[in-house]
């Protein structure tokens, strides 16, 4: 191995080195330490608790006011349209024949077309007949 590559592994090592030396001299200090920052967490997080809980609370019933209002709202909005439905209905024109007659009188016009067409066609041919002769 290089002497730089050595030396750079040293330099990069040395302050892991250092902080394990620096162990603790009194180890039950540092464990009171960690357990008085541990109930001052859950402390914090049972406060966290609480406050989610009523805030969670809060938006639910927003919501349902919300929806209340806004079904309120769209119930009123159906009744006008019904009402403007009923309205249209009462002032159109009623329809001179009914779509089952017009489909009817639709096809005894296609019927008396086909008639004449034949007629005039069996006509032409007559007369061609007619004039070979």
Known sequence: MRLGSLFLLLTLCLPALT??????TQ??????SAQAQIDQLEQRLALSEEQ????????QS????RETVQVQRLRQENQ???LQLKQ????????LISEQQLWFAIG?????L?????????SARRSRRDWLN
């Open 108 to 112: 005894a016009g296609a019927g008396l």
């Open 19 to 24: 902080q394990a030396e620096e162990s603790p």
């Open 80 to 82: 006008r349209l019904k």
């Open 52 to 59: 989610r809980a009523a805030l969670s609370s809060e938006l």
């Open 62 to 65: 927003n919501a349902s006011e």
């Open 27 to 32: 180890p039950g200090v540092q464990a009171t």
């Open 88 to 95: 249209v209905q009462a002032s159109a024109p009623l329809p």
């Open 114 to 122: 086909g008639v004449l067409i034949g007629a005039l066609l069996r």
